[in-house]
């Protein structure tokens, strides 16, 4: 997948098109992500022995990685493969040319 846990990501379409966030954890099974302050919905929790008092939670949501865009300097970029000499796959901005950090 091209998106990371950590990655700083952009939403390219949907409700929040133009937000952006730091992902949280992604879900290569299903090609989901879940993004930092973004979708959020609500869910009705019954009372357990954490939380006594149940009611309605609000939680982020998933989102489909095909709606993400990494965030490099500040930009939304492609993002590009190469191996390093020593045979490392590293992960290539396709915009600036240089390497991706997660």
């Known amino acids: 997948m ?24 992604v879900i290569p099974k299903r090609n989901r992500a879940i993004v930092e302050s973004v979708n959020f919905v609500k869910r009705h929790s019954r009372p357990t022995q954490q939380n006594p008092q149940g009611g309605i939670v609000e ?9 993400l865009a990494v965030v490099v300097g500040g930009n939304p970029t492609r993002v590009g493969y190469r191996f390093l000499d020593t045979g490392r796959k590293v992960r290539v ?10």
């Open 59 to 67: 939680k982020e949501a998933s989102i489909h990685v095909s709606n």
């Open 93 to 102: 901005s396709r915009k600036t040319g240089e390497d991706i950090d997660s």
């Open 2 to 25: 091209h998106i990371k846990k950590g990655d700083n990501v952009m939403i390219l379409s949907g409700a929040y098109k133009g937000k952006t966030g730091k992902v949280l954890y």
